[in-house]
């Protein structure tokens, strides 16, 4: 240790402290210092000294407590280079003997003597010599008696009388932290927080200020933002008679109010100047951390200390304000502001939440682990939640407790309850990552075997049941309550406007309905990037016109009732068109496989049988003669185009007069239309030439001029490959990643699931290539298409439009490959944008 220079350094302003060789808390404590505001002395030990006191190597602290001179007692707290990884609890008191309790009666009186050292016995034969702490009783007023009684019980369990020395009682109380820092459990914890195997253990000594003696003294914490809402507010707790935080948990007796307060006395009114030097201190802080800071501080007898200072924890709601606070005041630039939030962290900001003004059922109450409201049906099973998100219902996953083996299941599911677990239960850290709605530990029984829950109230649920998760609250609510859309506040829209000056790549949204582009343009996509206009003929009313146009005998016949369709799709457009107000909205022509329109069952076929006023046997030889060994790899997008064109020519006659009238509105509208799966560059012209056909006949009809804009969908690894001459008829190429992935690898989007969890386990894949773009492979085709595109033709207008569009990795691959914009869900579109202007930035 000589080798390595001093063991341990009293922090000055000036001294050679750093978070990466002390800890962070070490080095906020010289910031405060270097702040001026009043800390007790405090010496910090580094990594390699705690390192060495583990190991046995470092035994002498005379000179370390030499460094405190006449000071009565001392604490150490841990402190670890991100405060994230946690570390060993602190310890209070040391210094507290039988002679110490005598000479510290005289100044802060005998209850308060006794209290520390029947506090310090306790807490070191707990964590220090590791005693079990149900064999210790602390009364409210300890005596003498209780003193001697708590000594006894230390001797006979470790067969040694309770250290008396300071020297003695430090050094063990550092050993302990420090092994308990190496030890297999600690290491395991902050290795899943994100540290590094080897991450150091720093710790801090400081002279303790006595929080107990004559008033005014106490201890207490205090925050100058909401923690839920991010607004200025002051908040905390303060105790009279008390010391470190462990007296401020919630539920210690005697707290009382930071502020003035009608329900009882407060801090600002026992001690005026105290709080008003807190506030100052608060502000200083603000201003020159450039953070908000939670202060813990001790009052002793009327004396303020400021013993710590640490990041005000905080909702991802309350980190944008703050960030946005602190920019628009000037303390931080914007550019700070946008990279102090991880973008995933808005998905929080963005789930609907449970309309307040409804009536509320509660059926049980658990642990708010992830925030959120969600409505489904129960499911008992990961399985049973994937098979419910595969039939597009929102299932609700019930478990005891949650294992990695469910995590596909969970991100399947609206919402995941639990009857076991805390804040940091599986469930809970893999909800919140997630962003799915979720309750853990509630008070509910769960009988898997019978697939039911018993709630406390004696009610029963089974499976299949609709409830409503309010991952917010932390309560379980009977039937389908009313949801809010997430109401996004100013500071919210300020990051996003921010975030898209800073950007250099474009985000839209995959919108199908007015409710989705209502929902893409309240979180700040630039346009529409994706609408599949297939999910609007599968609504009632347009299902038996898809199929009487799907049995129609003759183009003519086909032509007839495709005009039946062709005002419900121009309303569809139109509506697009108004929300996004100018913003480019491309639509992608029909894609999917006719036969998807069709019934499979008897009952199904009897039916259109009936409304089609045809014999069954011979609906039943029609359905048949459409079905395809690979539907996926069969009649649909462009080649249904191609065969059955009075589809594509409807679409675009509906799309052109919704322009026209749109444009009649006032609206500034340019629309895309986008073709799928195309492999070759001939069934680009062929469409080409029927749409422009019908952008002449509506323009002539309607004595009015517009333009549009024609694109390719690159779904299929020849298009990507013959991107240079499909990209001559094209003026923009969105990349389909989810087919193109299908194709690439050969592998069913939707029979995946079936053995991804084992390719994934066993390493043959690193992750699912549906939900994390695949660079290598996929992402090859990416490139290539997007060079060979834009070789062609240089304003080529490139995008992706597939799942992985919102992922942030895939964000960072499209921009280095030079395209234009992603389109993702509209829930995605946040988490995008700011992803990209870190990318930016
Ligand atoms: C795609 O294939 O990536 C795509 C966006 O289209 P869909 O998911 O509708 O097939
Ligand atoms: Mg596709």
Request: aromatic fraction near 6%; proline fraction near 6%.
């Amino acid at each position: 240790l000589a080798e390595r220079g001093e063991p341990f350094t009293v922090i000055t302003e000036t001294a050679p402290i750093a978070a990466a060789t002390h800890g962070g808390r070490a080095k906020c404590l010289q910031r405060l210092i270097r702040l001026g505001l009043p800390v007790p002395r405090t010496v910090a030990l580094s990594f390699d000294a705690v390192h060495e006191i583990a190991a046995g190597h470092y035994v002498d602290f005379a000179p370390l407590i030499a460094a405190f001179g006449e000071a009565p007692l001392l604490s150490v707290r841990a402190s670890s280079a991100d405060p994230d990884w946690g570390g060993p609890g602190a310890i209070l008191n040391i210094g507290m003997s039988g002679e110490m309790r005598d000479r510290l009666a005289g100044e802060i009186g005998e209850a308060a003597a006794n209290a520390l050292y029947l506090r310090f016995i306790h807490a070191y034969a707990v964590h220090v010599a590791r005693l079990d702490a149900e064999l210790f009783d602390i009364p409210e007023q300890p005596d003498q008696g209780a003193i001697e009684r708590a000594l006894v019980v230390y001797e006979e369990e470790t067969d040694e009388p309770f250290p008396q020395s300071v020297e003695v009682q430090l050094g063990e109380v550092l050993r302990s932290m420090a092994r308990a820092w190496e030890g297999p459990t600690a290491r395991l914890l902050r290795q899943a927080r994100g540290a590094p195997p080897d991450a150091g253990l720093g710790l801090v000594v400081q002279e303790m200020a006595l929080g107990l003696g004559p008033p005014e003294s106490g201890a207490g914490v205090i925050q100058f933002v909401n923690s839920a809402t991010g607004e200025p507010q002051i908040t905390g707790r303060y105790l009279s008679q008390a010391q470190g935080r462990e007296a401020l948990l919630p539920g210690a007796k005697g707290a009382i109010y930071l502020t003035r307060d009608p329900r009882g006395p407060s801090l600002e009114e026992l001690c005026p100047k105290c709080f008003a030097e807190l506030v100052e201190y608060g502000r200083i802080c603000r201003e020159r951390l450039r953070e908000e800071m939670q202060i813990e501080f001790t009052l002793s007898a009327g004396r303020l200390h400021v013993l710590d200072a640490v990041r005000v924890a905080r909702s991802s709601r309350a980190a944008v304000r703050i960030a946005v606070d602190l920019a628009e005041d000037g303390i931080i630039s914007r550019a700070d502001a946008l990279l102090r939030i991880p973008p995933r962290a808005l998905t929080d900001l963005l789930h609907p939440q449970v309309d307040p003004r409804g009536k509320r059922d509660v059926l049980a109450r658990g642990v708010a682990a992830s925030p959120g409201a969600a409505v489904g049906r129960l499911v008992f099973s990961s399985t049973a939640a994937q098979a419910a998100a595969a039939r597009d219902e929102k299932a609700i996953l019930v478990r005891r407790e949650t294992t990695p083996e469910d995590v596909r299941g969970m991100h399947a599911a609206a919402g995941v309850l639990t009857e076991r677990g805390g804040m940091t239960s599986h469930a809970a850290v893999i909800a919140r990552g997630l962003g799915v709605p979720c309750v853990v530990g509630a008070d509910i029984e769960i009988d898997q075997r019978e697939r039911l829950i018993r709630c406390a109230d004696g009610r029963v649920l089974r499976e299949g049941e609709v409830i409503t998760l309010d991952g917010t609250a932390g309560e379980v609510l009977a039937g389908a309550a009313p949801l809010l859309e997430p109401a996004l506040d100013g500071a919210f829209r300020k990051l996003m406007d921010w975030a898209e000056a800073a950007s250099d790549i474009d985000i839209r949204a995959n919108a199908d309905t007015p409710a989705d582009a209502e929902r893409a343009r309240n979180f700040g996509a630039r346009g529409i990037g994706l609408c599949r206009t297939e999910h609007m003929f599968f609504e009632e009313d347009r299902l038996g016109v898809m199929r009487e146009m799907i049995f129609a005998e003759t183009p003519e016949d086909r032509a007839a009732v495709l005009e039946m369709l062709l005002p419900m799709q121009r309303e569809d457009f139109l509506k697009l068109f108004r929300i996004m107000e100018g913003l480019p909205v491309c639509i992608r022509l029909f894609d999917p496989p006719l036969h998807e329109f069709l019934p499979h069952d008897r009952e199904g076929l009897r039916e259109l049988a009936e409304s089609l006023d045809m014999p069954i046997a011979e609906v039943t030889r029609r359905v048949e003669a459409l079905s395809e060994f690979n539907p996926m790899l069969g009649m649909r997008g462009v080649r249904l185009g191609i065969t059955v064109p009075e589809i594509y020519d409807m679409q675009a006659r509906a799309i052109f007069e919704a322009t026209v009238e749109a444009k009649a509105e006032g609206a500034h509208v340019v629309p895309e239309i986008m073709i799928p799966l195309v492999s070759a560059r001939r069934e680009v012209e062929l469409v080409k030439t029927r749409i422009d056909a019908v952008a002449a006949a509506v323009r002539n009809e309607r004595g009015q001029d517009f333009t549009y804009r024609l694109g390719v969908m690159v779904e299929t690894p020849r298009a990507a490959l013959r991107a240079d001459e499909i990209a001559h008829h094209a003026a923009f190429l969105s990349f389909g990643t989810n087919d193109l992935t299908q194709m690439t690898y050969g592998l069913s989007r939707d029979d995946a699931g079936r053995f991804m969890s084992a390719y994934v386990k066993l390493g043959v894949f690193p992750e699912d290539p549906f939900h994390v773009l695949d660079t290598e492979g996929v992402g090859e085709l990416l490139s290539i298409g997007a060079a060979r595109g834009r070789a062609a033709r240089p304003d080529l207008t490139l995008a992706i439009c597939g799942e992985h569009g919102g992922n942030p990795e895939s964000i960072a691959f499209c921009r280095d490959a030079g395209y234009d914009y992603v389109s993702c869900s509209p829930y995605r579109v946040p988490v995008a944008r700011l992803a990209a202007a870190h990318l930016a930035l």
